[in-house]
């Protein structure tokens, strides 16, 4: 029933997944020094970048994007400002969430609000081109039996994907290793990348498996 839109999800997640690719190769060869651990606040913003551009770009291709109600340009300009918004407080929420959770306050605030960039662009992002600046129908599609069709399905298991590998990837910090990938955030950025690749892959293999026992109220 749903395989064209199974289809292309896996497309537009390979596409985003390229994008992941070449923002870590490209930089790589561009600029001297540059690694994931050695530069790796350089590295958030350009993977943040690179997915944020593709995403916008490929939903809006394949008209996932809700359509806006009016055509005016005022009413567009103030979807266009709700949507940076959003994204904005998003970060800030993102921020505080991992402060609340252990993150030093004051100290290494830039790296901590750049892990906080990173999750909105792989979550937040996500949510504005599949619902649009609209809280309610994220509160309905992450809610119990939410998902009115597969693209909410598959926003659910991104996000959680990308949350859990985020939160798994903290554990070895407190660990007396001495490793170059357990300065803050490199682990947890690194765990919320690996978790967000992982829902790309994981999410429309998922619902081809139980496409026959998907069942989604009428919206």
Same mark, same amino acid.
């Given at each position: =029933?749903?395989?064209? %839109?199974?289809?292309? =999800?896996?497309?537009? @997640?390979?596409?985003?997944?390229?994008?992941?690719? =070449?923002? +870590?190769?490209?930089?790589?060869?561009?600029?001297? *020094? /540059?690694?994931?651990?050695?530069?790796?606040?350089?590295?958030?913003?350009?993977?943040?970048?690179?997915?944020?551009?593709?995403?916008?770009?490929?939903?809006?291709? #394949?008209?996932?994007?809700?359509? +806006?109600?009016?055509? &005016?340009?005022?009413?567009?300009?103030? !979807?266009?400002?709700?949507?940076?918004?959003?994204?904005?407080?998003?970060?800030?929420?993102?921020?505080?969430?991992?402060?609340?959770? *252990?993150?030093?306050?004051?100290?290494?605030?830039? %790296? &901590?609000?750049? #892990?906080?960039?990173?999750?909105?662009? #792989? +979550? &937040?992002? !996500?949510?504005?081109?599949?619902?649009?600046?609209?809280?309610?129908?994220?509160?309905?599609? /992450?809610? !119990? @039996?939410?998902?009115?069709?597969?693209?909410?399905?598959?926003?659910?298991?991104?996000?959680?994907? +990308?949350?859990?590998?985020?939160?798994?990837?903290? /554990?070895?910090?407190?660990?007396?290793?001495?490793?170059?990938?357990?300065?803050?955030?490199?682990?947890?950025?690194?765990?919320? =990348?690996? *978790?967000?690749?992982?829902?790309?892959?994981?999410?429309?293999?998922?619902? @081809?498996?139980? !496409?026959?026992?998907? &069942?989604?109220?009428?919206?």
């Amino acid at each position: =029933m749903w395989d064209h %839109e199974i289809r292309a =999800m896996a497309s537009s @997640h390979a596409i985003i997944a390229a994008s992941v690719f =070449m923002a +870590t190769v490209l930089p790589a060869v561009v600029l001297p *020094g /540059f690694s994931v651990y050695g530069s790796h606040l350089l590295w958030i913003y350009s993977v943040s970048g690179a997915v944020t551009a593709v995403s916008v770009a490929v939903f809006w291709l #394949l008209g996932i994007t809700p359509p +806006t109600k009016k055509h &005016t340009l005022g009413y567009k300009l103030s !979807r266009l400002f709700r949507s940076c918004l959003y994204f904005f407080l998003s970060c800030l929420f993102f921020h505080t969430v991992v402060v609340l959770y *252990g993150a030093p306050l004051i100290e290494s605030a830039l %790296e &901590t609000f750049s #892990l906080a960039v990173l999750l909105t662009s #792989l +979550t &937040t992002l !996500r949510c504005l081109c599949v619902l649009g600046p609209n809280v309610q129908a994220w509160i309905r599609v /992450f809610s !119990r @039996h939410g998902a009115m069709s597969v693209w909410d399905t598959c926003l659910q298991i991104t996000v959680a994907c +990308t949350v859990v590998g985020a939160w798994v990837g903290a /554990f070895p910090i407190p660990l007396d290793w001495d490793r170059p990938w357990q300065v803050w955030p490199v682990s947890c950025s690194l765990g919320a =990348m690996i *978790g967000f690749l992982t829902g790309l892959v994981a999410a429309p293999a998922w619902i @081809h498996y139980h !496409r026959k026992q998907l &069942t989604y109220k009428c919206k």
